[in-house]
Each structure stands twice: as structure tokens, then as C-alpha cells.
């Protein structure tokens, strides 16, 4: 009998994990809460601008996640996993950090193109560098479409999570948690 142990994730990785996993939800909430018209006037505005300030913060927070992803790839699967599910896995992971780009890209252009500055948290404003109402609302579009996929996304990788926390039991959720690699053992 011998030891099988999977590649871990590094303190640097889970932080960026926990963080944007945080950051991206509250923006998914609260840009939902803004689109269906639930705040008057007075609250939609300061928290639109708070909405697209933050945003604006996350798409360097993003660049920096995905970059790091690309050249440091993903650690390989805890032993035992089907090779359908690593594929499965692979495929909603890029998926998600492609809307984590997409997302705030989306947001910037949407005020930039569209004529509308961004206001830094009252600190300094980004001027809009364009006044097109028809490719600010298609790019209102693309920013709706990609906040469903990102959401259902979320919801398959919590699901697949809690199956490997609960059923599984294979240390998948652990590692993302705690660091610590996950340890079979192997005949
Ligand atoms: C960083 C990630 C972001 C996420 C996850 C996010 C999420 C969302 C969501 C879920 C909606 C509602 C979409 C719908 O129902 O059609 C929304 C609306 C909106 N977002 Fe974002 N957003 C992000 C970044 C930004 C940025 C950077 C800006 C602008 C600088 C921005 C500006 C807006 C605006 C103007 C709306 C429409 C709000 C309204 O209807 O009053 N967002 N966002
Ligand atoms: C309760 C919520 C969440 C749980 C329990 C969770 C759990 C996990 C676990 C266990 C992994 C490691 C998978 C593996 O080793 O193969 C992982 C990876 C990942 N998760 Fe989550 N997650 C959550 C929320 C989120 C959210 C909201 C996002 C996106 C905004 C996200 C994006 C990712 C990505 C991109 C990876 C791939 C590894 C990386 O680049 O960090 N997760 N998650």
C-alpha cells in the first residue's frame, strides 16, 4: 500500500478563491437587486455607483486571477476522479473565470462607450471616451447574459462541491479550505 497525494492549492491561490468567490456574488446580488427596480431613486444611485466603482476594481483583481491561472494551470484532480469529471470540472472552472473578466469588462465599456463616467468612490472619475447608446446597450446585454451564466455556473460548482464534501468524501472541498492535499490510499 502505498501514499497517492494530489497537488494542493497555495495560500495565495485559496485567498484569491474566497475573495473573489465573495466579491463576485455580492456584485451578482446587488447588480440583480439594481436591474429589477427594487430601490427608489435616491438608493439605486449611490449604490449603482458603489456597483460600477467596485466593479471597476474587480476587473484588475481578475486580470491579475486569470493571468495567474493561465501560467500556473490547475492543480490535477484528487485521485479517484473520473475523467469525465475533470472535464466537466475544467470546463465550468475556465467558464467562470472567463465571466470573472467578462463581467467587469462588460460594466466599463457598457459607461465608458455609452457616455457615462465612473465615479471612483467620489476619489477621481474615469471619463467616458464615447457617446453610443446603441453598443452601451448591447454591451447591457452581454453584461445580463453573462451575470445568468455566471450565476448558474456558480450553482453547478457549489453543487459539484458540496457532492464531493458529502457523498464523495474525497478531501476535494478540503483542499480549497485548508490547503492540505488530499491523501488516498493507493494499492
Ligand atoms: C465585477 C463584476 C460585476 C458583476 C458580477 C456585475 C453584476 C451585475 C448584474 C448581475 C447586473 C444585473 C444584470 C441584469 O439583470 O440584466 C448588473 C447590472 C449593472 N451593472 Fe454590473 N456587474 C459587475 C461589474 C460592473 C461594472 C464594472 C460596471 C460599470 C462600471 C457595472 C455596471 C452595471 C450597470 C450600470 C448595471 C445596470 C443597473 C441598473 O439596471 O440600474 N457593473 N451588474
Ligand atoms: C460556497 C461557495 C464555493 C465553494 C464551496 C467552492 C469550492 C471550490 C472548490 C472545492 C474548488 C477546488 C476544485 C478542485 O480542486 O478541483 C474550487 C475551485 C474554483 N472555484 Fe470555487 N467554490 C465556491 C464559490 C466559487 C465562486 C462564487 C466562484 C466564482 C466567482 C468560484 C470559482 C472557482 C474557480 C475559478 C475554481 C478553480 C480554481 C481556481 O482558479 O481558484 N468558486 N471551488
Known sequence: MTDKTSAAYGSLSRLNHWLGALAFSGMIIVGFILSYDVLSRETAGPIRDLHKATGTLLLLFALWRVSWRL??????????????????????????LAALLIMPLSGVLMSLIGGRPIDIYGLFLIPPFAENREA???LRQVHGYAAYALAGLIALHILAALKHALIDKDGTLARMLSGKPATVQAS
Request: charged share 5%; net charge neutral.
Open 136 to 138: 452601451a446597450g448591447l
Open 71 to 96: 501560467v500556473q494551470g490547475f492543480p490535477p484532480p484528487v485521485p479517484g476522479v473520473p475523467a469525465w469529471q475533470e472535464l466537466a470540472s475544467r470546463l465550468v472552472h475556465w467558464g467562470m
